[in-house]
């Protein structure tokens, strides 16, 4: 099998990739069809999200809801046709610009990928869209910072969110923006929620959730520090990048240790990004 299926609440169901970072996807369902959000990496993951989608719900899958246009998490949407797909509008220009080049390099990298085929979903929405289906309310928000087309996909009646990346075992700013993220992960606080389904990694439920989001803000908020230190000090960028995830604040375990490289990467973005702007600053020039 090449996902993992998790019952997270009545009739709300994870699915997480063994392939590809543990990626997850989900499905609601309703008694007049289910909502799909995400669609998986690789199609023979893809196929099995969505046969047990249209098996568990009388009316198939009538929605599908890409939380951003990552290929983990949107390559999948092909394999959708009769169902309406949805994701924010900056989601769909960035589809629109570089999805289809980024797909021919990838199949080029990956063969288990030949098949896959660009769909660009046709309806988005600004800062929120809700879809009544059944006796389920599912509403996407939008949720910048880890990039700047994300959407979380709440519901209301269970009160799960399906985070996507804004929460990870550790943020990923790579592409993103950091302070955005922070104000992403706020509004994640502010939700009456039972349980999170992490855009990697594994569910969050209610006692872990208040924690989790904290650290992740600290986190957040010491590595901007950390790597503004090193910039204005002029440490080389090898540096930083030894600064080790647990006294940022996070575990090295999650994602079989993947984590730590997502915190590396994290750490020579911001250098790099520091940099660029400490150099366009125009020199003061004395009176």
């Known amino acids: 099998m090449p996902t993992y299926r998790e019952r997270v609440a009545e009739d709300i169901y994870m699915f997480t990739s063994e392939l590809y970072a543990q990626v997850t996807a989900g499905v609601i369902a309703t008694r007049e069809g289910s909502i799909v959000v995400d669609t998986l990496p690789f199609p023979q993951e893809s196929r099995e999200l969505r046969d047990f989608a249209e098996r568990i719900s009388p009316g198939g899958v009538r929605y599908v809801l890409l939380t951003h246009s990552h290929a983990d998490h949107a390559n999948g949407l092909y394999l959708f046709p009769r169902a309406e797909a949805i994701c924010h509008k900056r989601c769909r220009e960035l589809l629109l610009r570089y999805g289809q080049r980024a797909l021919d390099e990838a199949k080029k990298q990956t063969p288990e990928l030949a098949e896959v085929r660009l769909r660009i979903p046709r309806v988005t929405f600004d800062e929120t869209l809700t879809v009544r289906l059944g006796d389920k309310t599912v509403t996407a928000m939008y949720a910048p910072g880890h990039s700047p087309d994300v959407a979380m996909v709440y519901v209301k009646e269970l009160k799960v969110l399906f985070?996507?990346?804004?929460?990870?075992?550790?943020?990923?700013?790579?592409?993103?923006?950091?302070?955005?993220?922070?104000?992403?992960?706020?509004?994640?606080?502010?939700?009456?929620?039972?349980?999170?389904?992490?855009?990697?990694?594994?569910?969050?439920?209610?006692?872990?959730?208040?924690?989790?989001?904290?650290?992740?803000?600290?986190?957040?908020?010491?590595?901007?520090?950390?790597?503004?230190?090193?910039?204005?000090?002029?440490?080389?960028?090898?540096?930083?990048?030894?600064?080790?995830?647990?006294?940022?604040?996070?575990?090295?375990?999650?994602?079989?240790?993947?984590?730590?490289?997502?915190?590396?990467?994290?750490?020579?973005?911001?250098?790099?990004?520091?940099?660029?702007?400490?150099?366009?600053?125009?020199?003061?020039?004395?009176?």
Request: proline residues 6%; aromatic residues 4%.
């Open 163 to 287: 985070a996507s990346d804004t929460v990870m075992p550790v943020p990923y700013i790579v592409g993103g923006d950091p302070g955005v993220l922070i104000e992403s992960l706020r509004k994640v606080r502010s939700l009456p929620l039972e349980s999170i389904v992490q855009g990697h990694g594994e569910v969050l439920l209610r006692g872990e959730i208040k924690e989790v989001v904290d650290s992740s803000i600290a986190y957040l908020e010491t590595i901007q520090r950390l790597a503004r230190e090193y910039v204005e000090s002029g440490q080389p960028r090898r540096e930083i990048a030894r600064i080790d995830i647990e006294s940022c604040g996070k575990s090295r375990i999650p994602l079989g240790g993947l984590v730590q490289s997502l915190h590396r990467a994290n750490l020579l973005y911001l250098y790099d990004r520091y940099r660029s702007q400490r150099e366009r600053q125009p020199e003061s020039v004395p009176a």
